[in-house]
């Protein structure tokens, strides 16, 4: 252990006194910093533009003039899903997908007022931010700051003179390796920091998934030291050494990412936005218009109900028929919505699936689904966030049909349209729009995002395996 501590330490006297070293080691620490900064800004900026436009929707929705019921399920109401402190690290598909649903009676809206700008090229490459610079930028500086370790030592003929003089092939490897993985750390503590001044009000155990986060960018971190290490010490040349690392970086960290998701999009491919749209149309219409109450879909409702309270027409019944239609189709509608939603998630999940198969090529690809599953920003908390805003809609619309059916008379709600005084009546107090609850959305608790990753985890724990292999058979080789 102390030779390791002495290789290591001789190794970073050489940096410091290596312009090349010292001008890649600021900048990773600068970068690393400066995506903090970047990304912890445009993060709070979002999340105080949600905050103020769901305070604002929800303003105008309880400000409202007292209305027919029905107006309010059709006038509908705006709900926002609030930011993951950890997405100030890695934004994930975020930045991607919608951040707003209008909510409306009969209809599933998509999330809408994705960020515009990040839907560009620069997008297909990742934003900047502290998961961006630690999955892409950071093997790179790694590999422009460690390449000539050990070729260095060829060329200087030195390697074999510390061989001779009866220093291990491992400890020096390792020694390589420890002094390498101390750079890499700096560029992890600007995560670490940004993590715990994120998590500082946490409620939901975010730190907790912060630690796990900070390990499995450690253990990316060490494949990449632990592969640059052992291609310096395998090759003959230093630059032969630095050829083969920034091909695999273009192949590992640029192509393969870009191949994953031609793959999944093409294994498991979806409906277009029109052809989903003409399904859910056809399929509603077999459940009927709720808005006439002589459709022919709802004669068994009407037969049923006319039985069940013992009454020979709808106008006898205690309650408006009317509303109490509009009560069961829209319970139907949800019905049909809802198949077809859950179809498009099982599909998504299918091509995530798909993508993550290539993490056993790539280490990046792996690190992505760990790091976005942990921040809870990737694609189960999207859907966690259509369900809960469904379950709102739904509640919400139902809310106002049982209040038609309660606050009016059938006859007054079928005559609403005839005078002004038969519109009047069937206007009931806007005190109700303030008793709907306000939206909130709680993340996905700590166990399922583990649970969630834990197969992108097992991965990363095999590359970094695989990286240490490799070191020691590097060093076997040097013996030779």
Not at 229 to 256: E, H, N, P
Not at 394 to 415: E, H, I, K, P, W
Not at 421 to 450: C, G, K, Y
């Amino acid at each position: 252990m102390n030779t390791i501590a002495l290789i290591a330490g001789d190794e970073l006297r050489y940096w410091r006194r290596s312009k090349v070293a010292w001008t890649v080691l600021i900048i990773l620490l600068l970068v690393s910093t400066c995506a903090a900064f970047v990304s912890n800004a445009e993060v709070s900026l979002r999340a105080e533009e949600r905050l103020a436009q769901q305070a604002e929707a929800d303003a105008i929705f309880q400000e409202q003039p007292d209305r027919h019921p029905h107006r309010m399920v059709h006038y509908g109401h705006y709900v926002y899903r609030t930011a993951s402190p950890l997405a100030v690290i890695d934004s994930g598909i975020d930045s991607m997908v919608g951040t707003s649903i209008f909510l409306e009676g009969h209809r599933q809206n998509s999330a809408t007022f994705a960020a515009a700008k990040e839907t560009g090229l620069l997008a297909r490459f990742g934003s900047f931010s502290p998961a961006f610079v630690l999955q892409s930028l950071a093997p790179l500086l790694l590999i422009l700051c460690g390449f000539a370790c050990v070729g260095r030592e060829k060329e200087n003929k030195t390697l074999y003179q510390l061989i001779g003089q009866g220093v291990s092939s491992n400890s020096i490897l390792l020694g390589k390796s420890a002094a390498l993985l101390m750079v890499a750390l700096m560029a992890l503590l600007p995560l670490i920091l940004l993590g715990f001044f994120a998590t500082g009000s946490d409620t939901f155990d975010f730190r907790q998934s912060l630690f796990v986060i900070v390990l499995g960018y450690f253990c990316y971190l060490a494949f990449w030291v632990f592969l640059i290490v052992s291609v310096s010490a395998l090759l003959k040349t230093s630059t032969q050494s630095l050829s083969v690392l920034l091909g695999f970086w273009i192949i590992a960290v640029v192509l393969m990412p870009r191949l994953a998701g031609a793959y999944a999009s093409t294994s498991v491919p979806t409906p277009s936005h029109i052809e989903t749209t003409l399904r859910i149309a056809e399929a509603m219409r077999s459940e009927g218009d709720s808005h006439d109450i002589d459709d022919s879909a709802f004669v068994d409702l009407r037969t049923r109900t006319l039985a069940e309270y013992g009454v020979e027409s709808i106008e006898d019944l205690p309650f408006n028929y009317r509303g109490f239609v509009a009560l069961q189709g829209e319970e139907a509608d949800t019905e049909v919505l809802n198949n077809f939603a859950e179809e498009r998630m099982v599909q998504e999940l299918e091509q995530k699936s798909a993508a993550d198969q290539f993490s056993v090529l790539s280490p990046i690809v792996a690190l992505r689904a760990f790091s976005m599953t942990l921040a809870g920003t990737a694609l189960q908390d999207h859907h966690h966030f259509l369900r809960a805003a469904e379950d709102y809609r739904y509640n919400m619309v139902q809310t106002f049909n049982r209040l038609q059916m309660s606050a009016m008379t059938l006859a007054d709600d079928l005559a609403r349209n005839s005078s002004a005084a038969s519109n009047q009546r069937t206007r009931i107090d806007s005190s109700n729009w303030s008793q709907m609850p306000v939206f909130e959305l709680p993340p996905l608790a700590h166990e399922q995002r583990w649970q969630a990753a834990s197969l992108a985890g097992i991965s990363l724990g095999l590359w970094l395996l695989a990286g240490f292999l490799l070191l020691l058979f590097a060093a076997r080789r040097l013996r030779l």
